[in-house]
């Protein structure tokens, strides 16, 4: 997954969530899927997605070691760019 070591050398934090809306792209057989079953699926799944979210996010920002994980990726983004220069390579 390149987004997760393109956000890692940006100094920041990753997570990814999906979401499956049809599987019949990959079924040879069973009914085919229509935009209204899609845009169903996708509300739904967003409804989960919130909820979720919802839960998550408070429980993260509890955990109380973040100033540690911002000052690491501090380090680790400087060092980067340190060794970045040091090998002639540029980032965009």
Same mark, same amino acid.
């Given at each position: 997954m390149a987004h997760v070591v393109l956000a890692k050398e940006a100094g920041?934090? !990753?997570a990814a969530v999906a979401m499956a809306t049809d599987y019949?792209?990959?079924r040879d057989h069973g009914e085919s899927v229509s935009v209204t079953d899609v845009l169903t699926t996708f509300k739904q799944n967003a409804e989960k997605v919130t909820a979720m979210l919802k839960e998550v996010v408070?429980?993260?920002g509890s955990q109380g070691h973040w100033d540690d994980v911002i000052d /690491?990726? /501090?380090v680790f983004q400087n060092n980067l760019v340190f060794?970045? &220069?040091a090998n002639y !390579?540029? &980032? &965009?």
């Open positions: 920041n934090c !990753y019949d792209c990959w408070p429980f993260i /690491k990726l /501090k060794l970045a &220069f !390579y540029v &980032f &965009f």
